[in-house]
């Protein structure tokens, strides 16, 4: 069966702050490691009064140094944002703290407004140049060269997994180029999906870092007891995206017992095909949800996203879905009837 990951945005929830949204994400990520997830990742945004992981480095390093065994990294870092040698230097210590368990996702999107983002950067040509960014950032991992006048330290001659991550045809072509993994964002952005994994899978090309086509595909997953409990835990992410829509973007809200009695069915209709890409109910809804999604993309890997409200119901809804898992896993390794 193929492996299972989480993907963590810290949600700020309302009434909360960002050091107890920081501290849930690191008892999440333990949680994660003793379930068998494969890999924990974060990704980085800005002004979005509900994520507290805009520091995506800061926060690599304090789950990292919370566990263990299970691989922490970025989902992704946008690297528009930075220059390619402050994110080498980043993730070169990081490798360095914690061996062998670092992965570095890119992205080519500011993760913010484009107010934000010139405030970010001043520079607004950044994603322009995204490819040659990606190129020099590998530069800085190979090993010491004495004619390399500029060296990122830590950083050159570690092992550091790159990823492009994608939710258009573009990143899926870039990664296919270059010979790397690549990670499609279907939790938020599924239209492109199937289409975008055929343009990596026809048009990669081996290189040094991987011989094969490795895709991990997104989903969000909202596990319950019970099928209406889970589509009541839904309701917080529909509301955090459509306040996003209205240009409000708030905490993360609390789940509502009817989500249609307090919004437009025009604005709940534009937010169907964003979460397209999700499986929302009980463990036996789940794996069919689930099931279908690998079967549809032919997934290496699955990377989970479980924005919930409440800290504990978001463990469990983990707990559930590790056992849909090995339950999928069962189910394949089963021998066929004659």
């Given amino acids: 069966m193929i492996p299972f990951s989480v993907l963590d945005l810290s949600p700020i929830v309302e009434g909360n702050t960002a050091s107890q949204a920081l501290r849930n994400t690191l008892n999440l ?29 800061v926060v690599i390093g304090y789950v990292a140094g919370g566990t263990s065994t299970i691989r922490v990294g970025s989902g992704g870092i946008m690297l528009p944002n930075h220059s390619p040698l402050l994110i080498a230097e980043q993730f070169g210590t990081l490798e360095s703290l914690y061996p062998g368990r670092i992965d570095l996702g890119l992205g080519r999107a500011p993760g913010s407004d484009q107010a934000t983002s010139r405030a970010l950067r001043r520079d607004m040509t950044g994603p322009d140049t995204f490819p040659q960014d990606v190129v ?14 500029i060296q990122a ?20 072509q870039l990664a296919a180029m270059l010979g790397l993994p690549y990670a499609f964002a279907s939790h938020f952005a599924p239209t492109e999906l199937l289409r975008a994994l055929q343009v990596y899978r026809t048009q990669f090309r081996p290189s040094e870092h991987l011989k094969a086509p490795y895709a991990m595909v997104a989903a969000n997953v909202i596990a319950a007891d019970t099928d209406q409990e889970a589509q009541r835990l839904f309701t917080s992410v529909q509301q955090q995206f459509l306040y996003i829509r209205r240009g409000k973007a708030r ?26 890409c999700s499986a929302v109910g009980s463990p036996e809804t789940i794996q069919r949800g689930l099931a279908s999604i690998i079967t549809q993309t032919k997934a290496d890997e699955l990377i989970i996203s ?13 707990t559930l879905t590790a056992q849909v898992r090995e339950a999928l896993a069962a189910q394949q390794s089963e021998p066929a009837l004659v």
């Fill in 153 to 172: 330290i830590p950083g050159n001659g570690l092992d550091i997994p790159i990823w492009i991550l994608g939710s258009s045809l573009f990143g899926a």
């Fill in 306 to 318: 479980a924005p919930i409200f409440d800290h504990e119901a978001r463990k469990h809804s983990l």
């Fill in 29 to 57: 990520a333990q949680h994660a490691e003793k379930l068998g997830y494969n890999r924990y990742w974060l990704a980085e945004h800005h002004n979005m009064p509900g994520i507290a992981s805009a520091a995506t480095s």
């Fill in 136 to 149: 020099e950032l590998q530069h800085y991992f190979q090993p010491d060269d004495a004619n390399q006048f």
């Fill in 251 to 276: 905490q993360m809200q609390p789940p509502v017992d009817n989500l249609e009695a307090m919004w437009p069915d025009y604005e709940l209709a534009g937010i169907d095909s964003v979460f397209r």
